[in-house]
C-alpha cells in the first residue's frame, strides 16, 4: 500500500516534509497547496506533483494523508476540518499556543477517528534514538537525571519572535518532548530561570534569550535543560541520561570528521549549523514512522496528547521564571 | 626561602598534603599532629618529620605555616589559634558548618592579620585552570553559562552525611565555588531541585542524594549543577563555559587513554574513581599557590571569604529544595 | 540540461548507482540493461525506468551518458563500444586487470574523443573531500606522509578472490589511488609486505589478507598503507596526512555517535559495517561530478590515466612481495 | 629492604633518574658522579646524596645498584666494570652503537651474573602498558599488525645526529623495541623507507629524517613504524594493535584536556612536547620495576638482549634503505 499525500504548506520546512515523503517507497506526495502561488508551484515542480486548494485536497479521493507545514495560528483549525474529512493527518508541532485551543481540538481529532500525529523530529534522529535504545534495553539500569543540551547558531527574525510564545515554547519545547520521553515519567514540577544575555531588543520584545529549566517527576527523577539563542560553534545538540547502572550520551555532528593539528593544537570543524542539514535523517525516519502508523493503524509515535504535554511545561517554565517559584504541571494543565 | 610546615591531621588528606609540601622544593615537612599516636608516626616516619602536639606546633619557632587537615568541627577553632600565634594558615573546607561560626572567625583571622586559604582543590585542576585561562583571555567572549557536572562513584558512609551537612554542604559546595570562579560575578539567586534516588537510607537520613541547582548573578549569568552520589563509570568531573563568542570544556580523566575496539563496539577504560588521583596534580598547585601566597606576602588564591560565600550558596540551596522557590543568597547571608 | 542515464548493470553497485543519478536533479534514467532480466527489471521497477538490451542503449539517441556496472572483464569492451557510440562514459574500476588491455582501451576512449570517469568513490566521500581541501589550503604545508588504514569487516568470498586479481587489484587500489590523490606527486618505488593470517585459504588461491605497502616519491614523500581482509569493528576507512606545518586525518564512521558508560567503561558502537553505507554520501557526490564535468565538458575528477596508474602500483606491490625488493613504478608501466 | 644508588652522569636524563629514584619509597639514591662537577654538585644538593668518582661508587659497600647516564660511547665499558664490581645496573639504551662491542658486552655481564636493565621507557608508559595488558588477556585475539607512529617536536641538533648512529639507531630504535614486545614475536624481515624531507643539512650529514619500517616475523606479523624528525603539533607517540578479534589503541597526550570551541570550529591543545613530560610516569615506573628485579632476583624487564635486537633491527633498516630491499635480520646478527 502506497500512502498519498498533500501537502498543506510549501514553505521552508514544508520542503523538507516533501524531500521525505518523495524519498520514501511507501508513499507518493499528490497534491501540494500553499497560500502563495509560486510556493506551491516550485514545490509541485520539483517533485512532481499537482497544485490544489486546501478545499480540493480535503474532498479527494486520491489523498490518504496530508501534511501541515503552514502557519501555527492555522493548525489546529487544519488538523480539524482534515479529520472531519477521514485524513490521515501528521501536523508540525505547536498544535497551537493555547493549551485550551489545543486540548479542543484534540477532542475534535479524537471524536473523528484520526489518525494525528504532532512533529518532534528529534525523538528519530539516529543518534538521539540510538540512546532512547540503550535506555530500554536496561543498559544505564533505572533513569535517573536527563541532561538537554540545546543552542540555536542563531537567533530568529524578532517578528518570529513575537508571534512564536517566546524561547519556551518556540525552541524548549523540542527538549521538553525529548525529556519526558527520556525520563518515562511524566514531570510535575517545573523550576526555571531565564535571562536575556545575547541581544537586549529580546528581552524588550518580552522573551528571553538564555534558559535552564529543571523538570521533576513524581519519583524523583529530574531533567535539566539549558538553552541559548546563539552558539557561535553550530547548532549545539546533546542530550546525556545517567542512571542507575551508567550514563549515555549523544554527541553533536559536525560539519566533517577530519581534525587538523598544528602548532596551535587541534582543530576539528564547527558542527552543522542548521537544523535542517542536522536533522536531515530524522526527518525522512519521521516521515516513515507516520506511514508506518497508518499502514499498520497503530497510534503514531509522537500523538495530540505529546503536544499537549509539551506545551503545558512551557507554560509552566513561563510561569516559573516569573515568579521564581517551583511550578506544578497541573497548575497549568488544570 | 624554604616555607617550614607543621601538618594537623595525618589522615587521608592529610597524607595528601605531606606528600605535596614534601615534593615541593620551596617547603618543608616540620612536624604532624594527630589525635590518634600511630597515625602521626606513620605520617612522620613517611615523610621524615617529626611528631609534635597542636600545641608544640603553636608555639614552635621553626614552623612558619600550618596545614589543618582535622576534623570538620574543630577547623574554626583551630584557625583562631594559629592566626593568633602568628602562623599562616591552610585549613581544608569547610570552615565550619555554621555561616555565623565561619564569619566569626574569619573576622578573628583578619583582625591577627593572618594569611588564610581555604582549600578548594578544583581550582587547581591543570585542565580546569586551562579552562579559566581561556576564559580569562577573552577565547569565549563573555561568559552566559556555566554546567559543572560532579558525581561520585559511590555514596559516602551514612555518619559522614549526618556530619557533614549533607549534599549541598559537603559535595556541592566545590561546584558552588567552582561556578563562583568560573561566573566571574557572585550569584544573586538559587533554584534547587533534590532527590533520593541512589540509596533509600540517605532520604531517613534527611539528606538528597541528586541534586540539580541553578544560579543566576545580577547580570543574568547563569550556573548549572548537577550532582549524584553515584556514578558506575568512575568519578565524574566536568565543566563547561558558554560565552558570547564560544564554548570552553574540560574532559574527564580516565584510567588509561587506550581505546579497545571489537565486534560489541569501541571501549574505553572508566574515569579515575577517587578523587585524590583525579586531583593529584591539583593538590601540589594549591599548596604551591598557598607557599608562594605567603612568600610574596600577596592573598591567597582561594580565602575564608570564598568558603563564607560557598557555603551561603549551599544554605540557599537547601532552603530552596526544600521550600520549592527561588532563595536570594541575601537571605541567609544577611 | 538533464544528463539522461543508461546503466549497464543491475547489480548490488548498479543499484547504488541507480539511486545515485535519480536522487540529482540534473540526471534521469532512462534505461537499465542487465544480463539477469530478473535484475534489471527491479530497478526498472523502483526507479521508473526501462529495460533495455546493451545494443539498444548503445543505438539510443535518448541516452547521453553509461554507468558501466558490468562484471570486471566486460569493461573495457564496453568503454570502447560506448566511447565510439558517443556516450559519456562513467565505468566502475577496474578498467581491467591487464596494464596493457586498459592502455589500449585508453587509447580507443582517447580516440573517441570521449569522456570517461573511473569510479574511485572514495576521493568523494565527504570527510576525505575535507582533507585534501585542507592540505590544499595549504594548512599542513608541504605534504611529507600519508598513511592510510583500510580493513574490511570479512574477507569476499573465495570465487571473488580468484577472479579479482588478488588483495593489491581489487582492495589496496583505493588506497594506492588516495595515495597518489592526496601525495600530490607520483609514486616512483613501492615496497610491499604481504602475509596471510586471517585465513590459510586465501594463500591457498594464491592471494594474501595482511598487506602493508610503503610509496616513495621521488621527492621522498611517502605514503604507508595498511591492510587487511578483516576487522571485528566493522569498515575500517582512516587517512592520515603529515606536512611541514602540522597533520590532517579523517576519522572512522560509527553506527552512531553515542556512548555508553558504565562500570566497565566507555562504550561507543562499532563502524558502518558495509561500503555502500560507509559511503552512500560518496556514490552521490562521485555521480554528481561526473554529470558536472559532462555538462561542462570538462576533465572528470578520476580519469582513465587514474585507472591505469592504480593498477600499475598494484602490479609493482605484487612483484614487490614477492621479490622482496624494492619494485620502480617504470618496471611495470614500461 | 631499600636499594641504594649511585647515578653515573648527571645530564639531562640523569635527572629524571635521579628524580625517579628519590621518589621511590624502596630506594635511595647515595651518590651521584660525572665528568663536569657542577653537574654532579647540582644533582647532589638537589636530591640529598654524595657527589663521589666512578672509581669511588665501583668500590663503594654502600652502593647496590648503578644507574648509568654517561654519553654512549661509554656505556659498554661502564656495564663491564660495574659488573665486575657486583653491582646491579641500570643502563640507559644503547649499549653501543656497534653490535659486535654490545654482544661482547652482555657476555662480560652475563659472565659476571650481574643484572642488567637496558632502559626502554616507552614499556613502562601506562598508556602504552594498558595497551599491552589488553592484548595479553586476550582481547583482541592473535596479533596481527602492529602500527607504530612516532614524531619528535623538532630535529635534535647536527651534532647528536653525528654521534647518534642516526634516525633508525637513535629515534626508530625505541619503536623497533616497543614493535617486538607488541609483536610477541622476532622480526625475521626488515623493510626500509627513508627521506630527507625536514631539513637537507640533515641528509647532508648522512642522515634521514623522515622515515617508515616494515617489520614481518616469521608466521608473518607485521608492524609499520612511521617516524619524522618534526610535527609541529607536539611529540607524536601512538600505537594500534590489530588482531584476530579486534585492535587496541593509545591516543596522544594533550597540554590540558580542554576543548575550545568558536565560529572557526573546535580545539585542542597541542601535545605534550617534551619526552620528559610526556613519560614523566614511565621513568618512574621503569625505575620501581627495575628495583623490584633486583629484590625479587628476577631479569628485568628489559634486557641486554633486548637491546642488542633493537639495534639490529636499526642496523637492518640502514641496509634496507640504502640497498632497496628486504634485509633478514639475520644478516646483520650473524
Redesign the interface.
Given at each position: 500500500m502506497t500512502l498519498r499525500f498533500g501537502l498543506l504548506g510549501a514553505g521552508r520546512i514544508g520542503k523538507v516534509h516533501a524531500r521525505a515523503i518523495t524519498?520514501d517507497?511507501d508513499a507518493r506526495l499528490v497534491a501540494v497547496a500553499d497560500a502563495m502561488p509560486a510556493a506551491a508551484e516550485a514545490v509541485a515542480a520539483?517533485y512532481g506533483c499537482e497544485v490544489r486548494t486546501i478545499e480540493a485536497i480535503e474532498a479527494a479521493g486520491d489523498i490518504d494523508a496530508v501534511v501541515i507545514c503552514t502557519p501555527t495560528d492555522t493548525h489546529a483549525d487544519l488538523i480539524e476540518r482534515f479529520a472531519r474529512a477521514g485524513k490521515a493527518i501528521f501536523c508540525e508541532k505547536p498544535v497551537d499556543l493555547s493549551l485550551r485551543r489545543v486540548r479542543d481540538c484534540l477532542a475534535v481529532a479524537d471524536g473523528a477517528g484520526a489518525t494525528l500525529m504532532v512533529g518532534f523530529n528529534r525523538r528519530f534522529d539516529?543518534?538521539f534514538a540510538?540512546?532512547k535504545a540503550?535506555i530500554d534495553a536496561g543498559?544505564?539500569g533505572?533513569v535517573?537525571?536527563v541532561?538537554i543540551?540545546s543552542?540555536d547558531p542563531a537567533a530568529p527574525p524578532y517578528d518570529y519572535i513575537t508571534r512564536s510564545g517566546g524561547i519556551f515554547r518556540d525552541m524548549t519545547i523540542h527538549d521538553f518532548d525529548m525529556a519526558r520521553w527520556l525520563l518515562g515519567e511524566e514531570p510535575e514540577?517545573v523550576?526555571a530561570?531565564a535571562?536575556?544575555?545575547?541581544d537586549p531588543k529580546i528581552g524588550e520584545l518580552g522573551d528571553y534569550d538564555?534558559v535552564?529549566v529543571?523538570l521533576?517527576t513524581a519519583?524523583?527523577?529530574?531533567a535539566?535543560i539549558?538553552n541559548?539563542r546563539?552558539?557561535?560553534?553550530g547548532y549545539?545538540q546533546r542530550i546525556e541520561v545517567?542512571g542507575?547502572?551508567?550514563?549515555?550520551?549523544?554527541?553533536?555532528?559536525?560539519?566533517?570528521?577530519?581534525?587538523?593539528?598544528?602548532?596551535?593544537?587541534?582543530?576539528?570543524?564547527?558542527l552543522l549549523d542548521f537544523f535542517m542539514s542536522r536533522y536531515t535523517a530524522a526527518y525522512a525516519a519521521e516521515i516513515a514512522a507516520f506511514i508506518a502508523a497508518v499502514r499498520d493503524r497503530r497510534a503514531p509515535p509522537t500523538t495530540g496528547e505529546d503536544g499537549l504535554r509539551a506545551l503545558a511545561l512551557a507554560d509552566a517554565a513561563v510561569l516559573s521564571a516569573t515568579e521564581?517559584?517551583?511550578v506544578r504541571v497541573s497548575e497549568v494543565l488544570g
Open positions: 524519498g517507497a520539483q539516529p543518534d540510538a540512546v540503550a543498559t544505564i533505572a535517573e537525571m541532561t543540551t543552542r514540577t523550576l530561570a535571562s536575556v544575555l545575547v538564555s535552564n529543571i521533576r519519583s524523583g527523577r529530574q535539566i539549558t541559548s546563539r552558539a557561535s560553534y549545539d545517567h542507575s547502572l551508567g550514563a549515555v550520551s549523544a554527541q553533536n555532528t559536525h560539519e566533517a570528521r577530519i581534525e587538523v593539528a598544528t602548532a596551535t593544537g587541534f582543530a576539528r570543524p564547527p521564581g517559584r517551583a
